[in-house]
């Protein structure tokens, strides 16, 4: 998934291609910004009521986001903001974590038109278009200051979809134990071989190539991929750590046949995200403060399995065909996310997931598309509100029910955050 979606030589985000825009309806697929402002405009609502509900702190807030596509939810939650003056000054800096060079120059000039770009020691940086502010591209989390008297505001829209997965399935015990295991270059040889095993045993689903097509004829728009997910035939190093990271993958370790997706980087990344915003033993926060909004597609608590997917115009593909010239993505593990939050700091607490379409109703979608239709008339009017209910929409494969929203916030006893059922606080 790395290397298809990011590689500097032709990867779907990554190839250098000003012509190439994969979103909106002449790209590959749709996001939520895309669809209504009035998405995006919800987003930077929650920020401004959670910083209200820390104390509407007057310095030191950091907006991030992580994957932000065109730039057009940063654009709307800026404009947003902007209202809220208050807020509005306390924003020190504005980063995006963007690891593609043309993403970059669509979002620099959504955000910033004319204003000149440059290079500093941890990415590019120009000036926002509403407010001046700096806004800084860096390529990593990592290269972001984490500067603990800071409060960092972290949203993440369809960006955990697109992190790599690790597939394992659970076999039955073999007669025969190996005394080698694969690794990344080879075979190992283990110094003490494993008695033969007498439980299930998690081996990874790899990408092996496919049998030769058959010689029965193929539709023409649908051709065999070269590859396919094959189960490997021995344990490997990843197989016999990532599942023993939960009790939930454990749990399901002696059922025969049971299908699991892990996303160490996932993890990875909202451990960050805890981090920065609760502190760690490693790096100790006075106060914690800021907050992390999730926004997703995946299972509101199970374990994703076999949901690994290529989307080219509009349409589900093979994963396997075409590398960098299909999107791939898999479902979110938002227990897995929450999980990794609270493990990595005492600071923070979760709420979530929640189904989009509750989120968004929670937070007002209804009353603001009112408020736009009557400044619209005939079909615009109607437009407005066909996006809004897209948005919310919960039947079938509707947004509103496949897509989820989590939060991660500075720990409050387990007290309710705005758009999971809390109200305003702070305000005045």
């Known amino acids: 998934m790395r290397q298809c979606l990011t590689s500097p030589d ?103 038109d004319d204003a000149p770009l440059e290079q500093i020691d941890i990415g590019f940086r120009s000036r926002n278009k509403y407010t001046g502010l700096p806004v800084i591209w860096c390529e990593d989390i990592r290269f972001v200051p984490n500067d603990p008297t800071k409060s960092p505001f972290i949203f993440a829209h369809e960006f955990f979809d697109a992190l790599p997965i690790h597939a394992f399935q659970s076999v039955t015990p073999s007669a025969k134990t190996p005394a080698t295991i694969q690794g990344l270059h080879g075979p190992i040889t283990l110094s003490k071989p494993q008695r033969d095993s007498q439980v299930s045993q998690w081996r990874e689903l790899v990408v092996a190539a496919s049998p030769p097509p058959p010689t ?64 760690s033993p490693q790096g100790i926060k006075p106060q914690p403060s800021g907050a992390a909004l999730i926004l997703d597609y995946g299972p509101l608590s199970t374990i994703p399995t076999s949901t690994l997917r290529g989307i080219r115009a509009h349409q589900l593909v093979s994963p396997f065909s075409l590398p960098g010239k299909v999107d791939i993505s898999a479902d979110v593990d938002f227990t897995a996310l929450a999980e990794a939050a609270v493990e990595a700091s005492a600071g923070v607490e979760v709420h979530g997931p929640v189904e989009q379409g509750a989120w968004l109703e929670r937070m007002g979608i209804m009353e603001r598309a009112e408020m736009l239709e009557e400044k619209k008339a005939g079909d615009e009017r109607t437009s407005v509100r066909r996006a809004v209910n897209r948005l919310v929409e919960r039947g079938g494969g509707g947004m509103g029910r496949l897509y989820k929203v989590l939060a991660i916030v500075p720990e409050r006893g387990g007290k309710k955050v705005v758009g999971f059922g809390g109200g305003v606080e702070g305000g005045r």
């Open 10 to 112: 032709g990867g779907y985000y990554t190839e250098h291609n000003e012509n190439k825009d994969q979103f909106g309806q002449k790209g590959d697929f749709i996001t939520s910004p895309e669809i209504s402002q009035v998405f995006g405009e919800l987003v930077g609502v929650w920020l401004v009521a959670e910083w209200m509900a820390q104390g509407r702190k007057s310095a030191g807030v950091e907006i991030i986001e992580v994957g932000p596509g065109r730039g057009t939810l940063m654009d709307d939650v800026l404009r947003t903001i902007r209202n809220f003056k208050p807020m509005a000054a306390s924003i020190n800096a504005v980063y995006l974590v963007e690891a593609s060079p043309s993403l970059r120059n669509k979002q620099k000039q959504l955000l910033c």
């Open 216 to 279: 029965t004829l193929t539709p023409p728009e649908l051709p065999p991929s070269d590859f396919q997910l094959s189960l490997a035939t021995a344990s490997n190093p990843s197989s016999l750590l990532l599942p023993e990271v939960s009790a939930r993958y454990r749990a399901l370790k002696p059922l025969p046949g049971s299908v699991i997706e892990i996303s160490p980087e996932a993890r990875s990344y909202a451990a960050e995200f805890a981090r920065r915003i609760g502190g």
